[in-house]
């Protein structure tokens, strides 16, 4: 392809990291499919082939054979091009709406679902800064550090699919959300100092929220009731609750009142051994200022 005279390279996978469909999931599959289906009815309609159509798209003919077979999940800015290149008046742009629903992977679309309709959330990760308390800087970074490694696609959709459950903090009425930090975990530079400063302004920037609690839980603390993992427990309006800790179940999803008691009761132990909010703060503002 060119463009008055010059070579214009078009994208392939090498070049345009995507996203590819978890097979286990069967909504994801039904609906990159159904996409896919239209995008090629409608480019065989207009009687373009794919290379032609691949052209004025800007992609290379494998992405396009991939994302018309269901195998591959398209972008937004993909729909858009190919609602333009074939006249579909919006109609191939409007499929975003279903795309954008199942770009994420199950696991994590099923967190998020919970996450948005939980009033409190209580929250304590032993072992690295919570996810919603990432940012895209520090994910990445503790991304890099998985063994076996993820490809890059597959950091950059975890990546994502974090930077998108953060909506919970938008929520209105926005839920009770409180979380327990280990301080180790606020002195390791997963990613570079640079990236663990931008990780404590964040933290203070969060914790300055009505709705938020954050509290650091010191290294030099002689009893720790954590010690047995992390713990999840998210409440909802009606008033059932559901919970999660590798300590419990071995870390399955729980709801039953005996098993849920033991969360909150070892989640309500944590906070006490813990700093105060405002003892918080002041710590993660003193280790801003030695980073």
Do not use: C
């Not at 895209?136 to 459950?165: H, K, Q, S, W």
């Not at 964040?202 to 929220?209: I, S, Y």
Request: negative net charge.
């Amino acid at each position: 392809m060119s463009v008055d005279g010059e070579a214009v390279r078009l994208r392939t996978e090498a070049d345009e990291p995507g996203w590819e469909v978890d097979p286990d999931d069967e909504w994801g599959v039904a609906v990159i499919a159904t996409v896919g289906r239209q995008l090629r009815l409608r480019r065989e309609a207009v009687g373009m082939r794919v290379p032609e159509f691949g052209a004025a798209v800007g992609y290379g003919d494998d992405l396009v054979y991939k994302i018309e077979a269901g195998k591959r999940i398209p972008r937004q800015e993909y729909l858009d091009k190919a609602d333009e290149v074939l006249g579909a008046g919006g109609l191939i742009s409007a499929t975003w709406e279903d795309v954008k629903k199942v770009r994420y992977p199950k696991k994590v679309r099923d967190l998020a679902a919970m996450e948005a309709k939980a009033v409190e959330l209580q929250l304590y990760d032993p072992l690295n800064v919570h996810g919603l308390l990432q940012t895209p800087e520090y994910a990445r970074g503790l991304l890099l550090m998985r063994r076996p490694a993820y490809t890059v696609d597959e950091v950059e959709r975890f990546i994502a699919a974090r930077v998108a459950r953060k909506a919970v903090f938008e929520r209105d009425p926005a839920p009770e959300v409180s979380f327990v930090l280990e301080e180790w975990t606020l002195r390791r530079p997963l990613g570079g100092k640079a990236a663990l400063r931008r990780q404590l302004e964040h933290l203070l920037e969060t914790g300055q929220l009505r709705n938020v609690e954050l509290q650091v839980m010191p290294m030099d603390r002689e009893e720790h009731a954590g010690l047995a993992g992390g713990i999840e427990v998210l409440k909802f309006e009606d008033g059932s609750a559901v919970g999660r800790s590798p300590a419990v179940a071995n870390g399955r999803p729980v709801s039953e009142p005996k098993q849920l008691r033991i969360l909150e009761l070892r989640y309500g132990i944590i906070r006490a051994q813990a700093l105060t909010p405002r003892e918080s703060t002041a710590f993660i503002e003193q280790l801003l200022g030695e980073t």
